[in-house]
């Protein structure tokens, strides 16, 4: 069995994720923070689908969490290892600088960007190992462009972009890719209070993204033929972003 691990594959795009990476063989183990209901969903319409997964809650923020989520899985599952990993459980906690608590900007870096090297690090060595890996950081408009009220989004979302290309060239020559995808606008809870129709106007395409749409990028990038792909930052919004 292959396995992939989506991190927030409870809801919005890592749901989509999950369903794709299933459809394309994968087991699909679908982490998520405390949503189990949610959770739960993900991995029904995956079991419906014909494909299988399982669920692995755990603190994406936590350093000593996810080591020890991760090591007991390996543990557990010790003829396997994670070939491929999405790293796209993520927050906004949005406010203008002058106004932002310390916990909505550490937060906000903590869920989005710290969790890259909370996941990515216990998970490395077996890819480089078996000299085959996919390694998918869910970035943002945002931390290309930067946006004004998310100072804390733009910064984690830039780092992560940075962290992907430097990593990218660390692990190439073990067949080990690292790529960003960075989405505009896409139909989630995380875009929920947001004037759709106003930023629709403003949005070439003149709509909100799907997170199926997301989905099908991250499975291109997750499969065999896009291993010459490496250390690339895709954008994905509707041609907002020029
Ligand atoms: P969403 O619908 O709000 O889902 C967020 C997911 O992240 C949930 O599965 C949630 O788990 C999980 N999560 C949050 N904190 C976590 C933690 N500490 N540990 C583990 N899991 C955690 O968000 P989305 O819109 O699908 O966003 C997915 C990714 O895409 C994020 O990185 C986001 O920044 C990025 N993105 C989204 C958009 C957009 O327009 N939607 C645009 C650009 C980038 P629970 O269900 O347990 O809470």
């Known amino acids: ?60 923020a936590n350093t000593e969490q996810c080591v020890s989520v991760l090591e007991a899985w390996q543990e557990q599952h010790p003829d396997d290892y994670i070939e491929v990993l999405v790293n796209n459980a993520g927050i906004r906690r949005d406010n203008l600088m002058v106004f932002m608590e310390p916990e909505d900007f550490f937060k906000v870096m903590n869920i989005n960007l710290m969790s890259f090297y909370n996941v990515t690090r216990p998970l490395l060595t077996k890819m480089l190992r078996k000299k085959y890996g996919r390694i998918i950081n869910m970035a943002s408009l945002s931390g290309l462009k930067g946006l004004p009220g998310q100072t804390n989004y733009s910064a984690a979302k830039g780092g992560l972009i940075a962290a ?70 895709i954008s994905i919004n509707g041609g907002l972003y020029t």
């Open 164 to 233: 992907t290309k430097a990593l990218a060239q660390e692990i190439a020559a073990k067949r080990v890719t690292v790529n960003a995808v960075a989405p505009g606008f896409i139909k989630t809870d995380m875009v929920e209070g947001l004037d759709e129709k106003a930023l629709s106007a403003q949005i070439p395409a003149k709509r909100f993204g799907e997170p199926e749409e997301i989905a099908a990028l991250v499975g291109f990038l997750a499969s065999p033929e896009a291993g010459y792909i490496n250390g690339e930052v």
């Open 1 to 60: 069995m292959k396995y992939a691990l989506v991190t927030g594959g409870s809801r919005g795009i890592g749901r989509a994720v999950s369903l794709k990476l299933a459809a394309m063989g994968y087991c699909v183990v679908i982490n998520y923070a405390s949503n189990h209901e949610e959770a739960l969903k993900t991995l029904e319409a995956i079991q419906a689908a014909g494909g299988q997964g399982e669920l692995l809650p755990f603190d994406v």
